[in-house]
């Protein structure tokens, strides 16, 4: 870890007495604390599709293009939801 944050990677810190990660430009390295490399955020979308059983489907789409070429598609029936960010 202290390799990857020497290379350019950005530091959380959580102390044992908090619950909460928090960025650190100058991680301590003590060792009752604990520390990891700052997850990738990722997102998607979900949208609603007619089928041609006359059901429905629903797709989930990870990037602003394949969003936009869902929502242009002839199937397609509204959003599901909204952007929905998460850690990886």
Do not use: C
């Not at 390799?3 to 102390?15: L, M, N, R, S, T």
């Not at 955020?41 to 949208?47: E, F, L, M, Q």
């Not at 041609?52 to 598609?73: C, L, T, W």
């Amino acid at each position: 870890m202290i390799k990857a944050w020497v290379d350019g990677a950005e530091i959380q810190v959580k102390a044992h007495s908090a619950d909460l990660w928090q960025t650190t430009a100058s991680p301590m390295w003590s060792p009752d604390t604990e520390y990891r490399i700052v997850p990738e955020k990722k997102k998607y979308i979900v949208s609603l599709h007619s089928n041609s059983e006359g059901g429905f489907v629903s797709i989930s789409s990870d990037g602003e293009r394949e969003a936009q070429s869902n929502e242009e598609a002839a199937s397609f029936v509204k959003w599901l939801t909204d952007w929905v960010e998460y850690e990886v």
